[in-house]
């Protein structure tokens, strides 16, 4: 059991770690460390957080019913294949924008801790380090895009990601509208509008060139109107399919229709997701709508899962209804600010170590896990 070599130093030589292996905990331990506006940047969702909170209660209302006397082979392997190639466990690193403004080495940490893990971290669109700096890591990476109107820039961008060696892009839908979030806006906070994590265009030739002599924050509106204000169609995917050699994943579908069409329009992958609820509030829970998705395109595509995940047994929950890998939030950053690099690592090797954990006393394995090892925390069995 890999992973759990993290438990085992803890009882053993390493002893207590420097920040609680309990992630949710984090949140109050990070609040701590970081300016009022980076905290409720990070912390809030969109209009009275309803959606935030869903996401939490639908990992709650499902219990897991482990299963005994399995058999003599090892401890079940999180080891996964995803689009031709193999990760330690079925988990990424979600696209967060503006990491600067939780730890000063911002996303250049997260991916290094990463990398030492190998888990693929997915760099954001509004990111403070460019594709080519995340490139230096070394480590497995994806690219988000927040998909500008202007073909020549989407194209600058997805050369550069495919030739810095990004193996996949995420194209996030869900926030072509920026949400409606009063915790930013009680501040008047916006980290773009001061001019952070913008590296992404600043370091782009084409957008460079639109942009001559413009202020930093001058150019993030610029950036900001490019990729915000107005929706893609679905027949503007073959563009994207045109310019990126490698999978594509829509980030932000909900619905199993949409998931249908992201089949028909040749998409490698979804990521069933609300945008941890910064985006529409009262949207359904992400792992509300994971079963109905997962069983419309579940063998077609690789299906993924965001929002609300916090422990290995959440991990566990979404794969046994459907979901091929999950994507982790806000734990990550509250790691970053707490201790860069050090702080991150610690973070996902708890979360896999815990995963590991679970699945082992699950009595599953990645490939058995199914919708019938859960039950409705809210009564009767079966
Ligand atoms: C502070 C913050 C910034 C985010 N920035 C982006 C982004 O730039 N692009 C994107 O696709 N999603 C972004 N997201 C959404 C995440 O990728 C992910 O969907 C969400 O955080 C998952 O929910 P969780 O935080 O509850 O785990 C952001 C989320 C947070 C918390």
Same mark, same amino acid.
């Given at each position: 059991?890999?992973?759990?070599? @993290?438990?085992?130093?803890?009882?053993?030589?390493?002893?207590?770690?420097?920040?609680?292996?309990?992630?949710?905990?984090?949140?109050?331990?990070?609040?701590?460390?970081? $300016?009022?506006?980076?905290?409720?940047?990070?912390?809030?969702?969109?209009?009275?957080?309803?959606?935030?909170?869903? &996401?939490?209660?639908?990992?709650?209302?499902?219990?897991? %019913?482990? *299963?005994?006397?399995?058999? =003599?082979?090892?401890?079940?392997?999180?080891?996964?294949?995803?689009?031709?190639?193999?990760? =330690?466990?079925?988990?990424?690193?979600? =696209?967060?924008?503006?990491?600067?403004?939780?730890?000063?080495?911002?996303?250049?940490?997260?991916?290094?801790?990463?990398?030492?893990?190998?888990?693929? @971290?997915?760099?954001?669109?509004?990111?403070?380090?460019?594709?080519?700096?995340?490139?230096?890591?070394?480590?497995?990476?994806?690219?988000?895009?927040?998909?500008?109107?202007?073909?020549?820039?989407?194209?600058?961008?997805?050369?550069?990601?495919?030739?810095?060696?990004?193996?996949?892009?995420?194209?996030?839908?869900?926030?072509?509208?920026?949400?409606?979030?009063? *915790?930013?806006?009680?501040?008047?906070? &916006? =980290?773009?509008?001061?001019?952070?994590?913008?590296?992404?265009?600043?370091?782009?030739?084409?957008?460079?060139? *639109?942009?001559?002599?413009?202020?930093?924050?001058?150019?993030?509106?610029?950036?900001?109107?490019?990729?915000?204000?107005?929706?893609?169609?679905?027949? #503007?995917?073959?563009?994207?399919?045109?310019?990126?050699?490698?999978?594509?994943?829509?980030?932000?579908?909900?619905?199993?229709?949409?998931?249908?069409?992201?089949?028909?329009?040749?998409?490698? +992958?979804?990521?069933?997701? &609300?945008?941890?609820?910064?985006?529409?509030?009262?949207?359904?829970? $992400?792992?509300?709508?994971?079963?109905?998705?997962?069983?419309?395109?579940?063998?077609?595509?690789? %299906?993924?899962?965001?929002?609300?995940?916090?422990?290995?047994?959440?991990?566990?929950?979404?794969?046994?209804? +459907?979901?091929?890998?999950?994507?982790?939030?806000?734990?990550?950053?509250? +790691?970053?600010?707490?201790?860069?690099?050090?702080? %991150?690592?610690?973070?996902?090797?708890?979360?896999?170590?815990?995963? #590991?954990?679970?699945?082992?006393?699950?009595? *599953?394995?990645?490939?058995?896990?199914?919708?019938?090892?859960?039950?409705?925390?809210?009564?009767?069995?079966?």
């Amino acid at each position: 059991m890999g992973f759990t070599d @993290f438990q085992r130093d803890i009882y053993g030589d390493a002893g207590a770690p420097p920040y609680s292996v309990n992630l949710p905990a984090l949140e109050e331990a990070a609040r701590a460390v970081m $300016s009022v506006e980076a905290f409720q940047y990070l912390a809030g969702s969109a209009g009275d957080e309803a959606t935030a909170r869903a &996401n939490r209660a639908s990992f709650d209302s499902w219990r897991i %019913v482990p *299963r005994m006397l399995t058999g =003599p082979d090892d401890p079940p392997s999180l080891s996964v294949e995803l689009f031709g190639q193999t990760y =330690p466990a079925p988990v990424a690193l979600a =696209p967060v924008a503006a990491q600067t403004i939780m730890h000063p080495d911002g996303e250049l940490a997260s991916a290094l801790a990463a990398a030492s893990v190998g888990l693929p @971290f997915v760099l954001s669109s509004f990111a403070s380090h460019s594709l080519e700096s995340i490139a230096s890591v070394g480590g497995p990476r994806w690219f988000q895009l927040y998909w500008p109107f202007d073909d020549e820039l989407t194209a600058s961008l997805l050369s550069r990601a495919a030739s810095s060696g990004f193996s996949a892009l995420v194209v996030t839908l869900d926030a072509w509208v920026v949400g409606f979030r009063p *915790r930013e806006l009680d501040l008047g906070y &916006n =980290p773009f509008l001061k001019g952070i994590g913008l590296a992404t265009p600043l370091s782009d030739p084409v957008f460079m060139g *639109r942009t001559a002599g413009l202020s930093d924050p001058d150019a993030g509106k610029m950036w900001a109107s490019l990729v915000q204000g107005r929706a893609h169609s679905w027949s #503007e995917l073959e563009f994207l399919r045109a310019h990126w050699p490698g999978p594509i994943l829509l980030k932000g579908i909900l619905h199993p229709d949409d998931a249908r069409r992201a089949v028909d329009h040749g998409m490698d +992958g979804i990521i069933v997701s &609300n945008h941890g609820g910064r985006q529409l509030d009262g949207a359904v829970s $992400s792992l509300q709508a994971l079963p109905e998705v997962a069983r419309a395109v579940g063998s077609q595509c690789t %299906v993924a899962l965001d929002s609300g995940l916090r422990t290995g047994a959440d991990v566990l929950k979404a794969l046994a209804l +459907g979901a091929h890998f999950v994507l982790l939030g806000r734990p990550y950053l509250w +790691g970053l600010a707490l201790g860069g690099e050090p702080g %991150v690592r610690h973070v996902l090797r708890s979360l896999l170590a815990d995963l #590991e954990v679970s699945l082992a006393l699950s009595g *599953r394995t990645l490939s058995t896990l199914a919708p019938s090892d859960l039950v409705r925390g809210d009564g009767t069995l079966w």
